[in-house]
């Protein structure tokens, strides 16, 4: 395991892992959180790299102690939050998960984004189910770029607050008073957006669209469920 985690930490893309590691500073600072570390350029942050591969080749640092070095903390309030890189080849099992916990405690991190190499084992991926919006699993293909800087990517904000009750309101609230979230179209909570933004099932969500002739288009979703092979035979 330990020669071929370091094989894996020696075929590390680092251009790639960088674009990975700024994309992930962008995704937070857009979700209100602060890094407690400043934020190293492409080239520091090689350089860097490129010292921890020398130190584990002088016997005098170990893959995992490399990984650790790679973690990044956040601050949003009281919160913190942990990110955890698992650039490994192999996939992200309980021990790993054990390991990360412990770590978390060490940091004093509440919550977690795990960026993988690989897949999770399915143990560890029902545990981040448990954890639910605390935790976040992401593979590095989805953070190589950021999906919101695309020219076709409207903005999307979360409504909240008195201004979510007026829309509701409005919107969705019928004559027997009640309020019916199905009147909005949904927003599947595995959307590459609003696992950008960790939105939660039941968040409203205004998505402004760009017009050629400059006014914008406003409309509304709801963020639901994906739908599963069970739902799909139950239509």
């Known amino acids: 395991m330990s020669e071929a985690a370091a094989e894996s930490l020696h075929n590390l893309n680092c251009n790639q892992f960088y674009?990975?590691?700024?994309t992930v500073h962008e995704m937070l600072c857009?979700?209100?959180y602060e890094a407690v570390q400043a934020q190293l350029s492409k080239r520091k942050w090689i350089s860097r790299y490129l010292g921890?591969?020398?130190e584990l080749e002088n016997d005098s640092m170990d893959v995992f102690e490399i990984i650790d070095s790679m973690t990044l903390l956040f601050t949003c309030g009281k919160k913190q939050l942990l990110v955890y890189f698992h650039p490994l080849d192999s996939k992200l099992c309980q021990s790993d998960m054990n390991y990360i916990h412990n770590l978390m405690s060490e940091r004093q991190a509440q919550r977690l984004v795990i960026v993988a190499n690989n897949k999770a084992t399915p143990k560890v991926a029902s545990v981040l189910g448990i954890l639910g919006h605390d935790a976040q699993l992401f593979s590095e293909k989805e953070l190589v770029s950021n999906s919101t800087w695309h020219q076709l990517v409207p903005e999307h904000i979360c409504v909240v607050g008195e201004e979510r009750e007026r829309i509701l309101k409005t919107f969705a609230t019928l004559s027997d008073r009640k309020q019916h979230l199905d009147l909005f179209p949904g927003l599947f909570s595995c959307d590459a957006i609003a696992?950008?933004?960790n939105f939660k099932v039941d968040d409203l969500i205004r998505i402004n669209r760009p017009r050629k002739d400059g006014f914008i288009d406003i409309?509304?979703?709801i963020v639901i469920h994906p739908i599963t092979e069970k739902d799909k035979k139950g239509i």
């Open 219 to 221: 409309e509304y979703r």
């Open 52 to 54: 921890y591969l020398a």
């Open 195 to 197: 696992r950008y933004y």
């Open 30 to 32: 857009d979700r209100g």
């Open 19 to 22: 674009r990975i590691y700024n």
